[in-house]
Structure formats: structure tokens, C-alpha cells
């Protein structure tokens, strides 16, 4: 099946950028999300991409995607304290039931 | 806006209680899943549901079973909770992307 690896810990100061990366093993994903879980909530759609496409920015957020390495990255220009969160990459494949495989998540720190 | 509920936001209940986790869509999604997150796992899919009446285990559905009657539901039940089943539950469902509730944390003491 489906796998996708997250480093489990970034920490960054207030103002900079943060890159959080992901890799998958499956190379016929279609779609490839960005979701973030704040603390006691569930988790949130922060963003996707296509497989068809390599870059993807929607405001502070730019999505890279890699698809030879199979390599997604989320760069959060100007990180804010507010940003501070787990960030889950996850990956669906054509076909079955909608499933998506989720990374083990990323917790972002952002240092004042 | 899009909306997932769950029943209970914190749920406390005792070893061998038959324990319910309900779900409630409002987006008429046909896709439905319950998953389990632990710290250092991620989250882990138990079961999922493709239209009313049907169900497909996921990854880890010992020790649980589902009931889809009605298209915007998808319960989860603990047939008789153990203290390994202590855990945050997320129900989301999905036409492409998958939309989130807020999660129950189920504690079993």
C-alpha cells in the first residue's frame, strides 16, 4: 500500500519561512493535500495539489511537488505564532473508495 | 460551509461499556470515515463507508464496528472498550478532499 513519510518535529523563529516535507512511495497519487490540526481540534484543508502540477501558491502557502522523487513540500512564508500546529500531508489514489493516506504529521513550532 | 460533527467532544467510559461515536454530515458525501490518531502514529484509518448500508474495514478495525442507516451518519461503535482504545476519534467525509470534524477524545479507564 500507500506510504508517506513526515519528519516528526520543525521548529522555526517568528518571521521565517517554514518548509515542512513529505515523500510518498505510490507514483500514481493523484491528488496531494496539505491539512493542519491545531491543538484539540480536528483537522483542517489547508491546501492541494494536482499531480499533474508542480507548484501551487495560495498566499503565504506554496506547494511544491516532485514527482520523480515523489517529494511534496509546504513552504509557509513569514510563519507566524499562529501557525504553530501539526500539519498532516496525505495522499489519495485514482480509483477505490476515496481512501487517503496520511503522514505520522509534522509539529511546526514557531519561537517568538 | 461544510460541516462534520461529532456527538461528544471528551467521552470517559469504563472498561467493557458498549460505547457509541456518532457522525453527522450535512454535505450529501457518499464517503464517509472513522479514523484514530495517537501521539507518534498519526492517524489510522478503522473503517469507512461508501454509501448507506455499506462498509469497508480499514486498516485497524479490530474491536470496532460501524452502522451507516442513513447517508449523512456514520457511527462508530466500541462493541466493549478496552483501555488500548483510549484515543482522539476523527470522522471526516469527502467527495475529493476529506473534511474534518473537531474529534471526540475517548478516554477508557
Known amino acids: 500500500g500507500e506510504d508517506v513519510e513526515q519528519s516528526l518535529f520543525l521548529s522555526v523563529r517568528e518571521g521565517d519561512s517554514s518548509v515542512i516535507n513529505c515523500t510518498y512511495t505510490d507514483s500514481s497519487s493523484t491528488y496531494l493535500y496539505w491539512y493542519k490540526q491545531e491543538p484539540g481540534a480536528g483537522l483542517q484543508l489547508l491546501t492541494y495539489?494536482?499531480?499533474?502540477?508542480d507548484m501551487k501558491q495560495d498566499q503565504r502557502l506554496t506547494v511544491l511537488l516532485n514527482k520523480k522523487d515523489k517529494h511534496l513540500s509546504l513552504r509557509i512564508a513569514d510563519t507566524q505564532t499562529g501557525d504553530s500546529a501539526i500539519y498532516f500531508c496525505a495522499v489519495f489514489l485514482s480509483g477505490g473508495y476515496q481512501k487517503v493516506t496520511f503522514g505520522i504529521g509534522t509539529k511546526l513550532q514557531v519561537i517568538p | 460551509d461544510v460541516k462534520v460533527t461529532q456527538s461528544s467532544r471528551y467521552l470517559v467510559k469504563r472498561t467493557g461499556e458498549k460505547v457509541f461515536l456518532e457522525c453527522v454530515q450535512d454535505?450529501?458525501?457518499?464517503?464517509m470515515f472513522w479514523y484514530r490518531q495517537d501521539p507518534g502514529l498519526g492517524l489510522r484509518l478503522i473503517y469507512f463507508s461508501y454509501d448507506v448500508k455499506m462498509k469497508e474495514k480499514g486498516d485497524i478495525p479490530e474491536g470496532y464496528s460501524v452502522s451507516r442507516e442513513k447517508k449523512e451518519r456514520f457511527s462508530l461503535i466500541l462493541e466493549s472498550a478496552s483501555t488500548n482504545q483510549t484515543s482522539m476519534y476523527l470522522c471526516a467525509s469527502s467527495f475529493n478532499e476529506q473534511f474534518f470534524g473537531p474529534g471526540t477524545r475517548l478516554t477508557v479507564l
Open positions: 495539489i494536482f499531480s499533474n502540477m
Open positions: 454535505m450529501d458525501h457518499e464517503n
